[in-house]
């Protein structure tokens, strides 16, 4: 009932910078986490930037931690991932996914009750 739908996703030189929107819309929509999730060719879908509903405490993977912010417009509607200095390694189809209500999983797609169909991000050396 909750549709996710994910935007921003381009072409980016190394060091460059790209925004990706998450926007979300139903007659069911609650309260909900929200994580971002990437996904390289041959590769397993990791956990990238979760944000909370109720205090919007933000989480990150290591690899992306000093680089990447993710952020939610005041009515939580739309949730924002800045990737700053990117590199060649974050090349992926990215997706935003929801859990809500939240069951405190944010860092588990197993845990995801709504998912957008993906934004791919390519970053050329």
């Known amino acids: 009932q909750v549709q996710l739908v994910e935007s921003g996703g381009g072409l980016v030189q190394a060091g460059g910078s790209l925004r990706l929107s998450c926007a979300a819309s139903?007659?069911?929509?609650?309260?909900?986490?929200i994580s971002w999730f990437r996904q390289a060719p041959g590769k397993e879908r990791e956990f990238v930037a979760g944000?909370?509903?109720?205090?919007?405490?933000?989480f990150y993977a290591d690899s992306v931690k000093g680089r990447f912010t993710i952020s939610r417009e005041g009515a939580k509607t739309t949730t924002f991932l800045q990737m700053n200095s990117l590199t060649p390694e974050d090349t992926a189809v990215y997706y935003c996914?929801?859990?809500?209500?939240?069951?405190?999983?944010?860092?588990?797609?197993?845990?995801?009750?709504?998912w957008g169909k993906g934004t791919l991000v390519t970053v050329s050396s």
């Open positions: 996914a929801g859990d809500g209500p939240p069951k405190y999983g944010l860092r588990n797609p197993t845990a995801m009750d709504y």
């Open positions: 139903g007659r069911a929509f609650s309260n909900f986490d």
């Open positions: 944000i909370t509903w109720r205090d919007r405490m933000t």
